[in-house]
């Protein structure tokens, strides 16, 4: 079984709608964290969460919301999708570590359009 | 914040060498690590450097210059399968990542 797992994995809706994208580990980590991928852009930071308690913007925090409901389970929301959140959406677990080196082990994806 | 550039592709023959480089601009710098993505999968890790110098991992190998804001990830003896994207990336202060825009290697026959 995949140790960090992402539902849905494809996703089509349309402008307005609200959306969510589910991620769930069973690698026991501490810190959860999404991403969205454009081509040529790399993998950008929406949001980051070192536990429960705590939650933090990302470079790209705007038209997002976040909700962790358990050390394994990290939502991320579109309150009302538009088109240019189009992308490829990951999410990514990683354990706390008293050194600056900082694996972190990738969801396989959600694929999300918006028309 | 941290900015870190390499170049957007490279094409190579199996058996060859790539090396792909990344440069950094960084406002505290702990590491570089670099990332394997194939056809927009789940990227993994590959490797970490903390220190200047060489680290070798079967057929890859990364480098770090901490002097010249610098590293490189080596590809060795290429084959078909290391046909992928490859991402530089850096912690920040709290330990989550700054990436770069990736490098998308193609390996012909």
């Known amino acids: 079984d995949a140790d960090v797992t992402q539902t849905p994995r494809n996703r089509i809706t349309k402008t307005g709608k609200r959306i969510m994208l589910e991620c769930s580990q069973t690698?026991?980590?501490?810190?959860m964290y999404w991403y969205r991928q454009d081509p040529g852009l790399g993998l950008r930071l929406i949001y980051y969460s070192f536990d429960v308690k705590d939650i933090n913007k990302g470079e790209i925090s705007d038209g997002y919301s976040v909700s962790r409901q358990a050390q394994a389970k990290f939502s991320l929301s579109l309150e009302s999708a538009i088109p240019n959140q189009t992308a490829l959406y990951f999410c990514?677990?990683?354990?706390?570590?008293?050194?600056?080196?900082?694996?972190?082990?990738f969801g396989p994806g959600t694929r999300l359009t918006v028309l | 914040g941290q900015s870190l550039e390499q170049p957007s592709e490279v094409t190579a023959v199996e058996g060859a060498i790539v090396q792909i480089n990344c440069t950094y601009q960084t406002s505290g710098f702990y590491g570089l690590s670099w990332y394997q993505q194939h056809d927009g999968g789940a990227p993994t890790f590959l490797s970490y450097n903390a220190l200047d110098g060489l680290e070798e991992t079967g057929r890859f190998s990364s480098f770090l210059s901490r002097s010249d804001s610098y590293g490189y990830l080596l590809l060795q003896e290429l084959q078909m399968k290391d046909s992928a994207s490859y991402f530089c990336a850096a912690p920040e202060g709290d330990y989550k990542l700054s990436f770069g825009a990736g490098t998308t290697v193609t390996v012909r026959a």
């Open positions: 990514a677990t990683s354990q706390l570590a008293t050194s600056s080196y900082n694996e972190q082990f």
């Open positions: 690698k026991g980590h501490d810190r």
